[in-house]
């Protein structure tokens, strides 16, 4: 029988049958899907799972905290926690093409990721949240791949790791009931997808450390007045970009040159199509004032309103 429970029993025991005493690493992105797959395992084989959180600056507000903080609580569970934002923000200063900027964030956490790795003595498997709706996919993703796509995958070749996979039955909605079953936090249990270069790739043009700062800044107001609105389960994805242009504008009598930030949100069941989502006049009139207002270096917002296709959701 189908039941939350039942699936965390039962995954718990197939996990052990796989693992027995070896130990395990595991990479947190921040998502539901590596954080459920690291808890079963958790349940699993306790201490001898080693998680690694990467955290490559590209979050969003307090996101980094979020992840640490849930895992935290989850007594017992070694988290190694890796402020690698210098490094990212580094290798990215410069780059402007948004191909270029994904194959630097994902080679670079490859890198950050094994460099931890490494130092987990006689670890043999690799904890990855694969769903089955991506195992359905990458038969046919490569061929008709449009952006090359960055998740962990990649690592276990390169480090020889068995793959443990607990998610692989399942589809997202089932993910988020283990998750609550879990006692993960709300907050995890119904984020939104996130692309794993993160704002990288929602920032158009150059990511710096002022840019990163604005788009965080705005992100975070959008993301409240939605929340606050009740829309935030009801959307695919909601979030702000930042795009590489500046525009003139009035503020108070003095004349602004500054960014404009786009909203784009948009409903889906699957992310290969989207459909942009028909928010309310005052909601958008609520958070284009108050990023207006809260955020320096904005001077505008414009709303994103194209579907996939012919858009993609993500900017680059
Ligand atoms: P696009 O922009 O292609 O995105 O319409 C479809 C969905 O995939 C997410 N996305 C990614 N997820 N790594 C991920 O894990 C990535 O590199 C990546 N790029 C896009 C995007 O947020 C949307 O949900």
Not at 115 to 143: K, M, P
Not at 156 to 168: A, G
Not at 233 to 255: E, K, N, T, Y
């Amino acid at each position: 029988e189908w039941t939350p429970v039942n699936i965390v029993t039962e995954a718990v025991e197939r996990i052990r049958r796989q693992v027995g005493d070896a130990r395990a690493i595991c990479a947190l992105s921040g998502g539901v899907d590596s954080a459920t797959a690291a808890m079963l395992v958790h349940r699993a084989i306790g201490e001898n799972l080693t998680c690694v959180f990467v955290d490559h600056g590209l979050l969003r507000q307090n996101e980094a905290e979020q992840v640490v903080e849930a895992f935290r609580r989850e007594a017992g569970l070694p988290l190694v926690h890796v402020d690698a934002r210098e490094r990212f923000l580094d290798r990215l200063a410069g780059v402007t093409d948004p191909e270029a900027k994904r194959k630097i964030v994902g080679e670079e956490f490859i890198r950050v990721f094994e460099e931890q790795a490494r130092e987990i003595e006689d670890a043999r498997f690799l904890v990855q949240g694969t769903l089955y709706s991506d195992v359905i996919e990458s038969g046919t993703r490569d061929a008709a791949r449009i952006k090359s796509h960055h998740n962990v995958g990649g690592l276990p070749e390169v480090m020889d790791l068995e793959l443990v996979e607990p998610l692989r039955n399942l589809f997202k909605d089932e993910v988020r009931v283990v998750a609550a079953e879990l006692g993960m936090p709300e907050r995890l249990v119904w984020r939104q997808p996130f692309p794993g270069p993160g704002l990288a790739i929602r920032i158009i043009g150059e990511v710096t450390a002022e840019r990163l700062e604005i788009l965080r800044r705005a992100d975070a107001v959008l993301q409240d007045e939605i929340r606050a609105a009740g829309y935030y389960r009801r959307l695919w994805q909601s979030f702000a970009v930042l795009p590489a242009v500046q525009s003139v504008g009035v503020m108070g009598d003095a004349r602004t040159y500054a960014y404009p930030i786009v909203i784009r949100a948009v409903t889906s069941d699957d992310a290969m199509t989207a459909d942009w989502a028909r928010l309310p006049y005052d909601l958008l009139e609520r958070i284009s004032n108050r990023i207006i207002n809260e955020v320096p270096g904005v001077n505008r917002v414009a709303l994103d309103i194209t579907s996939k296709p012919p858009g993609t959701i993500e900017w680059e």
